[in-house]
Structures are given as C-alpha cells and as structure tokens.
C-alpha cells in the first residue's frame, strides 16, 4: 500500500517495523517513522496533511504528528484482533476506516480523537484486503474482500446499503475516484469493475474490450488528478491507465517477464505515476516512453549486513541478507541492483584498490563489475570479515581459515586454524594482519609475501566482534562481544585504550576516520559511539541511529561524514561534528 501526501510532496509506504516517507520530487530526502513494536502494513496521510496513521500486523493504529520532527503520538487504537491491511480518512480528518483480519469483524470505522464506533461494517465472511472512503459528503464507504463480495456502505454511522457480488474471485483492491463519482475494484482474476459511487450499483466491467482488464491478479488502483482515468497495475507485469467512462485503455506500461516485475502497488500522484514491482523496486513510470520507466529506486529488501564506501564518499555499496549487492551514488541516490547476487548473506564488503569484493555465507567471494557480480570464487569455510592493505594484499577470516588473495579472485595462501575467526584487518603498510577470535583472543601475524606467520596473541578476554588499525597504523582497535572498545599502540601492542565503555551491549562493527583521529563504533544497543584519541574520555553518541535495530557496519566517506547500515533494512549518512 503506498500512501500520498495530499501537498503532493511525499509518498509513504512501510518496512518491516517502519514507516517510510519519501520526498516525490527528490527521494533521497527521507524520514522514517519508527514506534510501531511489530511490521507496519499500510500508512495514510490525513486529508489535512498534518497526520499519518499507520497500522501493523497486531491490530493496532498509530495517529501521529508529521510537521514536527520528533512526529509526537496523537492517539493509539486497536480497532482490530489482527492485521489490518488498509484504511482510509474522511476528508475532514477526523474518522477513519480500517479493514484486514479478525475472528468476525474484518472492517471498522471510528472517530480519530476518541476511537468510538461510527457505525457496523458487517456482512463480509472472510478478511477484507481494501478499504476506502468517498471524499464528499454524503460520504460512502467501501470494502473488498476474499469472500469476492465488495461492501457498499452509508453514513455515518455507516450502514450496510449493498454488497456488490460481480467479482466471483478474491477482490484486492477498490478505489473511489477524487470527485466521488465512480469507485473501482480489482479482483484475483484480473477483472476490474466500476460501480456509481453514490447509490453502489453497478456500472460496467472496465476492460476496455477485452476478456479482462489484466492477464494476473490485479493488486493496485489509484486516480489521477483527473477523476476519469485511473491506473491498475497487476502481476501480469503490467500497469494500465484507464478512461473510465469510455472503457478504453489509454497507456500500457510494461515490464520484462521476470517473477520481480509483478506489480503489487500504485500509486498517481500529481504528474507522478509510481508503481512498485514484487522485489520492492519502486518505477517512476514515463508515459511519454511505456516500456522503460523514467527512474527506479532500488533498496535492500531484507536487513543490510554489509557496507563499502569508495573513497572521498561519492558512492557507496551495500549488502543483504537476502545476497543482493546494490550500488549507490551518494548525491542523489541512484541505485543499481547488481546481477549475479549470493545466494545467502553478505557478510562483507570491500574495495580493494580500483575493485570490490563481496563474500557471502554461500561460502564464496565475487569481485564486482559496475552491473554484476563475478564468478563466485569458493571459500573451504564460511567467510565473515575481509581487509586490505594499501599495497593491494587482502586477507580474509574465514571461520577456520585465514586466507591471503592475490589479486581478485586468487588464493595465494591458506592458514588452517584451530579457532573460529570472526575479524579481520590489515596494517595499512601490509606488514601485520590481526585476526580476532570467537575465543577471546587477538591473533598478530606477520606477512611475509602472501605468507602468514603468527607473532603475538592479544588476550581480550572476551569474543573479539569487530578490529580495525587505524589508517596511519599507529593504533589497533576491537570492538568486543562485551560492549568494551580498547585499543592497542602498535607495533608494541601495548593497551592503551580501556576506558571506551559507553556501549549497553555487543559492539558489532567499528571504522576509523580517515585521518586516525575518532573511531566509530555500532552496536547491538542502537547506537552508533564515535571516540577520540586526544580526548579519551571525550565522545559524540547518535543515539538510536538505528531505531530498534542493531547497527550493522560504519564506514567513514570522510573525515565528517560517516555511513551506517542497520536490522532496519535502512542505510544512513551522518554529518558529524566532532568535540
């Protein structure tokens, strides 16, 4: 379900426990809701502009304030005993309508400040999947259903007038068009009916002379400005733009025949038509030129758990834990899904020299080309963490090896071990490489050619999570399963930094700024620490950097300017002002 801002500034949709809202206009400009306790599922604008109500899988809605940043809770209801899939305001802002599951109320309208009944949305058997209300007094409300009844109700209070049985399959989606005249469904069948938007009786089959409207289920509808075209989209890989009176198909987007390019949701907003794919693509359709959309925006669709920035922070990529790598440029946010993906999930990210690595938990390590990733090169073990010198060596802990590459794609050598590695990081000379251990310990080898030779072992009491030599190699640092960061004077490997402990629990990843001065650190409790070296007691904290979920990996692009990854599925860049 995508939402739109009635400004016509921003669109919303959700993920996972957030709310998103997007600029339409230049979508790397983003906020994200984040007080939902569960997955959010459907998030509308208020006709005033002034609040979004969102819902989640548990029943429950969240009104809550948007010309503020802090966006402050209006009210809280639960209107229903489990997910609720749609809602829709009244145009004053101050009734709303919800429809999802229940154990025998699947639709329910109630006023916004006090959460009272305004009416009975009886009549449905099964669960609803669409919800929406006519914008003109006197107001009209319709549901659609998988018992393939669509309800027609009057009020307020609402009343049941009729139920419309045309579909004969799942209905999906319904939609009244911006004047109130009409209202459009779509059902598991590809069929689309228009019924009067008044008296709820039936008008004709919108198909525009053919047997049905799509050749898959339609999922989407939604009207322009212009209340007599309305845009369907469907898993056929189609979107449509309808005269509606006419019955005639006006433009007919169309996507490549692939399982991703099924479209589940639409949204026309102004002089914007937006449609997203099954994989969570979101397309800017062109109507000027149907068969390619005029942008996409592609993100992670599961939790990012591996971050690369290319030096001076122009671009960036970023991995998941679905295998997908995407490449992005910083500026405005472009992004492209790299083909060829892992087949389980990125643990690493890495740009060694001019090229980046990516290793998974398929057991293998892919070099990338600006639009894929290469032939997977195979790991004996699972890789977790890779660094690489200035001078082009790149080592990788693997759970029970350390491996040294040449080049790309090229083992050169190999050390079995007899602990489980989890980090990784290379003297900036190439000289040492340290290893951490699930064990507890702090492996210092020398590298002579492609060789590892064992020197010293640290001992850090506690699982070493994440380790990093700062870029002028003077300092070695390590973030522990513990919440403690310490650091380490090389080459005498003497602790010099134990007082760093302002984390509530495992410090997950950690990068220094390019100019040694501060060390970010990312955690499981949220937040995101950065630490200075001249003033050891001195730190800036970026509390709740991601919002209920672990922060994932940081990665400085310069030396203000830091990017981290999260469980939130979220990427985010950070102007840092240090103290």
Known sequence: MLGGDPSGKTFTYCRGKFVIVRSIENPIE?????????????????????????????GTVRIWDTTQAEHALKYEYRPLGGRIHDLAWTEDSKRIAVCGEGADTFARAFLWDSGSSVGELTGHSKMCNAIDIKQQRPYRLVTASE??????????????????????????????SPDGAVYV????????FVYDGKEGTFKHELNGGA?????????????????GHVMTCSADKTVKVWDVEANSLLTEFKFANSLNNMQVGCLWQGDHMISVGLDGSIHYL???????????????????????VAPGGDSFHVGAADGRVIRVETASGASVLLDNPHTNLVSDLLYAGDTVLSAGFDDSIRAASPDALGAPF???????????????ITV????????????????HFQLDISYEAQCVSVAPNGSQAAVGGKDGKIRIYDIDGFTLKEVKVLEAKEAVECIAYSPDGSVLAAGMA?????????????????RWKFHQSRVACMAWSPDSAHLATGSLDTNIIIWSREQEMKRVTIAAAHPTACVTKVAWGSDNLLFSTGLDGCTRSWDITHV
């Open 147 to 176: 018992d393939t009844d669509v309800g027609f109700y009057a009020g307020p209070p609402f009343k049941r007038s009729t139920m419309n049985t045309e579909a004969g399959k799942f209905v999906n989606c319904v939609r009244f």
């Open 185 to 192: 469904t779509g059902d598991a069948g590809g069929k689309c």
């Open 396 to 411: 990788v802990a693997q759970m029970c090896h350390v491996v040294v590459l040449e080049g790309a794609d090229k083992k």
């Open 286 to 308: 062109d109507p000027a030129n149907p068969d390619s959309p005029r942008m996409t925006l592609t993100g992670t669709a599961a939790n990012v758990t591996a971050l690369a």
């Open 30 to 58: 983003c906020y994200t809701y984040n007080e939902h306790p569960c997955d959010v599922t459907v998030a509308k604008y208020a006709p005033s502009g002034n609040y979004i109500a969102s819902a989640d899988e548990r």
């Open 211 to 227: 047997a049905s409207a799509h050749g898959g289920g339609v999922y989407g509808i939604s009207f322009g400005t212009n209340p």
């Open 482 to 498: 513990k919440r403690d960061v310490r650091g380490w004077d090389v080459p005498s490997y003497t602790l010099k930094y134990a």
């Open 378 to 392: 195979a790991c004996e073990s699972q890789p977790r963490n890779m660094s690489c010198s200035a001078a082009g």
